[in-house]
């Protein structure tokens, strides 16, 4: 008895491809939308938070496109038919990433938002903006500074300054040749001073 193979137009894999595809390719980037520097650090992260959405929707479709072939027989068409292994593995590739994204988008409600690890300060006509690398009880905490620069159509650009350890609340005081960070209230940790560099700073357009 000859072995059916549920038809599927070319058309339908190709759109399915795209649909599993190009949600890896940006998240394989490990930056939002392959690094994109518009407005602020911190509405980049809740676009990508919001980009969690959209990559369940476009894996789950893609994942609903390849069902109408029936794949779950395709273990053991594939030791008779090559042409079924681009479709098992798109179908690993979406699997594997929706589990990914659930767990994000989890993240996302129990998590401590967006504000927690990104926030900026404004001191004078320069603009500091302060990344909070916190892996909670995996490690230590630290926080990163840069310039934020602004360009044009709202995208900006992060000059780096340094790093320095977790803080808490804190001040900031910007020199000719440094920056300091200074803990405030009860906070006991110590403060922290950055060298700065004529070429760190924005330069006024």
């Avoid at 399915?16 to 980049?44: C, D, K, R, V």
């Avoid at 479709?61 to 479709?87: C, F, I, N």
């Avoid at 998590?111 to 320069?126: D, Y």
């Avoid at 500091?128 to 310039?147: E, M, T």
Wanted: glycine share 8%; charged share 15%; net charge positive.
């Amino acid at each position: 008895m000859a072995l059916l193979i549920p038809k599927q137009s070319n058309t339908e894999v190709f759109i399915s491809a795209l649909l599993i595809l190009i949600p890896l390719a940006e998240t394989l980037s490990f930056e939002t939308l392959w690094g994109l520097q518009w407005h602020s650090p911190l509405m980049m992260s809740q676009l990508g938070s919001f980009l969690l959405i959209i990559k369940c929707i476009l894996l789950s479709q893609g994942l609903m496109l390849l069902s109408r072939a029936e794949l779950k027989d395709t273990v053991s068409k594939l030791l008779r038919y090559a042409w079924l292994l681009p479709k098992a593995a798109l179908v690993l590739v979406g699997v594997g990433q929706l589990m990914f994204v659930l767990i994000g988008v989890i993240w996302l409600v129990i998590g401590p938002g967006a504000k927690h690890f990104h926030f900026e300060r404004e001191i004078g006509s320069q603009t500091i903006y302060i990344r909070n690398s916190d892996p909670g009880a995996f490690g230590s905490a630290y926080y990163h500074y840069y310039f934020k620069c602004p360009k044009a159509y709202g995208f900006y650009e992060l000059n780096y300054i340094g790093q320095s350890n977790w803080l808490g609340d804190f001040t900031l005081t910007l020199k000719n040749t440094s920056l300091m960070a200074q803990p405030t209230g009860s906070n006991m940790s110590k403060s922290a001073t950055l060298p700065v560099t004529s070429e760190m700073r924005c330069n006024a357009s």
